[in-house]
């Protein structure tokens, strides 16, 4: 005896169905979405045809084969020379590539670093993102975690306790520009200049600023982490500040150094100078629009409305009876950690006690007041 089968449009409403389910649950749990760090504030519905097409930017992006047009590098070209001059990358001595996030970026970096400096030790601060411990683990990179202060940020005269006890080994130092619970900045001038007055032979410094390096830049007085001010690379997520429906990133370094390592043969003849071979070619057309939509000015408006939010959520807590903080020019807020229920529901990100919402592009000061009501409801 055979089994029943369902009509085939029975079955066809089925997984729809489950679809739609999904895609309410996802709905719904967008307006308590104020613990990660994403933005929202996006429309990027002209791009859906292109999902009709597969798009693949793999290898170099600057390596166009005229016989293959599935790609998007044109587009992402043009995304790299605006993030180039953001984060003051020379005119004549710029590279880098769409990445599938901050991580890849950081990964990519300290194998560029490594290429460069075969016995390097791996300096980073107990704040930093995690995706720096998997990237040194994954390039068996020795390392020496550095202290961080109460707010996050590098204690930087541990760093150079630090470097002194390895002081005969070239050093790769990665400033987090924005770290995951505080939102710290490490100040790469000062690094630079331990990094100097160190005895060590040779050193490089990551800028790992996945999701406060395009806010940095729009800082005044400016406070020193990008390429201009001793960064050899540096690396941002796309689906943070930019805001993207896909995960991804951008990771820039100097020509001449990423250079020299395909010089030394580390790569083969074909032009595939990325982690990942085939890439997205979706994500950097993302990023173009949102480069077109916002422009300039559009990204420092942005920037500085999320701060504003940030000061005002700040003080509601507070006000509220909470203790509660926030780095000069953050966009996350910091307090004690609330009932579970209200991390539950608010998606509150939660370390030693202390959770974090941050007031990303889109963030609203109704749902900021929404989440304080809640918070002296429940307390
Ligand atoms: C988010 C983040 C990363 C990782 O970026 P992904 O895009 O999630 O891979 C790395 N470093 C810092 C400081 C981050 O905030």
């Known amino acids: ?8 449009e029975a079955v066809q409403l089925d997984y729809l169905h489950r679809l739609q389910q999904y895609l309410d649950v996802v709905d719904q749990s ?16 002209a791009l859906y045809p292109f999902f009709g097409y597969m798009l693949n930017n793999v290898g170099d992006p600057y390596d166009e084969d005229p016989l293959y047009l599935a790609h998007t590098k044109p587009f992402e070209q043009e995304v790299i020379t605006f993030f180039a001059d953001l984060f003051r990358l020379p005119q004549d001595d710029r590279w880098g590539y769409v990445t599938n996030g901050g991580s890849e970026g950081n990964l990519y970096a300290l194998y560029l670093a490594r290429e ?19 990237a040194a683990s994954m390039l068996r990179l020795p390392v020496s975690k550095v202290c961080a202060t109460s707010t996050g940020e590098m204690d930087y005269d541990d760093l150079q306790r630090q470097l002194a006890k390895h002081s005969t080994k070239p050093a790769i130092v990665v400033a987090t520009i924005g770290t995951t619970m505080t939102e710290a900045r490490d100040n790469v001038a000062t690094i630079k200049t331990q990094l100097e007055a160190s005895k060590v032979p040779a050193y490089y410094i990551h800028s790992d600023a996945a999701l406060a390096g395009i806010p940095s830049a729009f800082l005044e007085p400016h406070l020193p982490f990008d390429i201009a ?34 010089r030394d043969g580390m790569y083969t003849g074909a032009a595939d100078t990325t982690i990942s ?27 500085l409305d999320s701060m504003q ?21 953050a966009m996350s807020v910091i307090f004690k950690t609330p009932h579970d229920s209200i991390v539950r529901t608010w998606q509150l990100a939660t370390h030693d006690g202390w959770s974090h919402i941050i007031c990303m592009p889109g963030i609203t000061r109704a749902q900021i007041d929404a989440f304080v009501a809640d918070l002296t409801a429940k307390s």
Not at 1 to 8: H, V
Not at 30 to 45: E, K, N
């Open 30 to 45: 967008i307006p308590h979405s104020i613990g990660f760090p994403a933005s929202v504030d996006f429309d990027y519905s």
């Open 1 to 8: 005896m055979t089994a029943p089968t369902k009509p085939a």
């Open 229 to 262: 001010d001793g960064a050899d690379s540096i690396s941002i997520s796309g689906h943070k500040f930019i805001g993207s429906p896909i995960p991804s990133g951008l990771v820039l370094t100097r020509k001449s150094l990423h250079g020299r390592v395909s």
């Open 309 to 329: 939010l940030a000061t005002y959520a700040c003080e509601r807590i507070q006000n509220a009876g909470h203790d509660a903080w926030r780095n000069p020019h």
């Open 277 to 303: 071979g085939s890439r997205n070619g979706h994500a950097p057309l993302f990023m173009w629009y949102a480069i077109k939509r916002w422009g300039l000015e559009g990204f420092r408006r942005r920037a």
């Open 116 to 134: 460069l400096h075969s016995k390097a030790r791996l300096y980073y601060s107990d704040a930093a993102h995690y995706s720096v411990d998997k």
